[in-house]
């Protein structure tokens, strides 16, 4: 996958112009991106919209690198979610939180994040089932995964699913935020 990918309506938001003068430029190969096998949704990459914005003076820079660094925590404790907001806040890094596997999928399809923390709080079954689509889908399978567990247990048991890495609670949340960080900028 190539990370920071963007359909033509983000774009659009980005450089504030509308989605037709996207469609046009893609079209006429002034903005360079691809389409979704077997349909006619059009996609751009990070690099290609920062080109393009760069090439042609639109406003939308700081955006491209700002939705470049986002980091969804799939949680239900308020506390670690807190902790992750303060120190995150102070690493360039923004936060988008849910609270189910449901929502997790809304937030990945519209806006795919840099890293994503799945908390086991949520149900062990339910952090399987989100680590199985993440790793399932071919746009998102290598996207940076941290699991959150409870117990080695349930370390173990989403061991299968690969994340990159797993933190086992008790833990020091900087570390964690570190770990993001890490990860998000090895990602771009």
């Not at 988008?96 to 949520?122: K, Q």
Request: proline content about 5%; aromatic content about 6%.
């Amino acid at each position: 996958m190539i990370k920071g990918v963007y359909t033509t309506g983000q774009a659009a938001k980005i450089c504030r112009v509308s989605q037709q003068t996207i469609i046009r430029c893609f079209d006429r190969g002034e903005l360079r991106g691809f389409y979704v096998p077997g349909t006619r949704f059009r996609r751009i990459p990070q690099k290609e919209l920062s080109e393009f914005i760069r090439e042609y003076g639109l406003p939308g820079s700081e955006l491209v690198d700002e939705v470049s660094n986002q980091v969804l925590i799939v949680s239900q404790d308020h506390v670690l979610i807190e902790n992750l907001r303060h120190v995150l806040s102070q690493g360039s890094l923004n936060l988008t939180v849910v609270d189910n596997g449901f929502e997790a999928g809304l937030r990945v399809a519209s806006s795919p994040p840099h890293v994503v923390v799945v908390d086991c709080i949520v149900g062990v079954d339910a952090a399987q089932n989100i680590c199985r689509e993440l790793r399932c889908n071919q746009q998102l399978s290598i996207t940076p995964l941290v699991a959150v567990c409870t117990s080695v247990e349930e370390k173990t048991h989403l061991a299968r699913w690969l994340p990159n890495d797993t933190f086992v609670r008790p833990f020091d949340a900087p570390l964690l935020a570190h770990r993001l960080l890490t990860l998000a900028r090895a990602a771009k």
